[in-house]
């Protein structure tokens, strides 16, 4: 079941990601771009060019509906990388809607750097309760933000509102199994500050009563340990000048975490994937 856990989830994602540990490490380990999980062509490969693959292959699914006259609706958008993808690629407007200012300043610098600001509108607002209006958006767009979601049926629901006829939801999730103990994940999903995640077919159940079909999942697990892998690798790699920028505590635990991560998904506990589909 989702997480049900009130504005406490919302404070929790919202104070993860100002952190400023958190935040260090997006940017140095991360590239602190595309701060998702990447899909990888080589063992080695940076994270930062896997993170941007996912990106373009998501773009994929809705690429015919991309245009300079489309609206576009990214959930959760972090430092924004997606964001400017489309806009540079397709030239179409995008509103960033994200929790956290801190990465938002960060979003709107770049956007300034690159030319963007004047296709790229940040906002920050839950996206538990988005601030338009019903059917305005042509692509609602998520990567890993669902995950955060203090009610993941609720954040569906607003997603779908904010869709006209016709558009398209795309998003990435980290789930777990269907037959994964959330007992035993609770150390893992620990550093997300939530109790717990979606499953698969939370999303498949819940998005044909919203009116969206078809639903479509392309299962990419695998990719999931490969990513960890890679970060733990950069992690271990960097050890040393990581320790000079952020907290000697946070390194540790982010070890730990990150070697938590790898053994679950190598296990099969943890699922991710895109989902796509449309409203009816």
Same mark, same amino acid.
């Given at each position: 079941?989702?997480?049900?856990?009130?504005?406490?989830?919302?404070?929790?994602?919202?104070?993860?990601?100002?952190?400023?540990?958190?935040?260090?490490?997006?940017?140095?380990?991360?590239?602190?771009?595309?701060?998702?999980?990447?899909?990888?062509?080589?063992?080695?490969?940076?994270?930062?060019?896997?993170?941007?693959?996912?990106?373009?292959?998501?773009?994929?699914?809705?690429?015919?509906?991309?245009?300079?006259?489309?609206?576009?609706?990214?959930?959760?958008?972090?430092?924004?990388?997606?964001?400017?993808?489309?806009?540079?690629?397709?030239?179409?407007?995008?509103?960033?809607?994200?929790?956290?200012?801190?990465?938002?300043?960060?979003?709107?610098?770049?956007?300034?750097?690159?030319?963007?600001?004047?296709?790229?509108?940040?906002?920050?607002?839950?996206?538990?309760?988005?601030?338009?209006?019903?059917?305005?958006? %042509?692509?609602?767009?998520?990567?890993?933000?669902?995950?955060?979601?203090? %009610?993941?049926?609720?954040? !569906?629901?607003?997603?779908?509102?904010?869709?006209?006829?016709?558009?398209?939801?795309?998003?990435?999730?980290?789930?777990?199994?269907?037959?994964?103990?959330?007992?035993?994940?609770?150390?893992?999903?620990?550093?997300?500050?939530?109790?717990? !995640?979606?499953?698969? %077919?939370?999303?498949?159940?819940?998005?044909?009563?919203?009116?969206?079909?078809?639903?479509?999942?392309?299962?990419?697990?695998?990719?999931?340990?490969?990513?960890?892998?890679?970060?733990?690798?950069?992690?271990?790699?960097?050890?040393?000048?990581?320790?000079?920028?952020?907290?000697?505590?946070?390194?540790?635990?982010?070890?730990?975490?990150?070697?938590?991560?790898?053994?679950?998904?190598?296990?099969?506990?943890?699922?991710?994937?895109?989902?796509?589909?449309?409203?009816?």
């Amino acid at each position: 079941m989702p997480y049900q856990g009130g504005s406490r989830g919302e404070d929790a994602a919202r104070d993860y990601y100002e952190t400023s540990d958190v935040d260090t490490f997006y940017a140095y380990v991360w590239g602190g771009e595309d701060i998702h999980t990447g899909i990888y062509e080589h063992a080695g490969e940076a994270v930062a060019d896997a993170s941007r693959r996912t990106v373009e292959r998501v773009a994929d699914k809705v690429a015919d509906l991309l245009t300079p006259q489309a609206r576009v609706l990214d959930m959760g958008s972090g430092y924004g990388g997606p964001a400017r993808y489309l806009a540079a690629t397709f030239g179409c407007p995008v509103t960033a809607l994200n929790i956290s200012e801190t990465q938002n300043r960060h979003h709107r610098t770049v956007n300034v750097e690159r030319g963007l600001d004047g296709l790229i509108d940040v906002v920050t607002e839950s996206f538990q309760d988005i601030p338009f209006e019903d059917g305005r958006f %042509d692509v609602v767009w998520s990567q890993e933000a669902f995950c955060h979601s203090p %009610d993941r049926a609720r954040t !569906l629901a607003e997603a779908v509102r904010a869709l006209k006829p016709g558009g398209a939801l795309a998003f990435t999730d980290v789930m777990t199994d269907e037959s994964a103990s959330a007992q035993a994940l609770r150390p893992v999903v620990s550093r997300l500050k939530v109790d717990g !995640l979606a499953t698969p %077919d939370f999303y498949r159940r819940s998005l044909p009563g919203l009116g969206m079909s078809p639903v479509e999942f392309d299962d990419l697990s695998d990719e999931l340990g490969n990513h960890y892998v890679r970060l733990m690798e950069e992690t271990h790699q960097r050890e040393q000048e990581l320790r000079t920028v952020i907290s000697s505590d946070y390194v540790d635990t982010l070890l730990n975490s990150l070697s938590l991560w790898v053994d679950a998904a190598q296990r099969g506990q943890l699922r991710w994937g895109i989902f796509h589909c449309r409203r009816l």
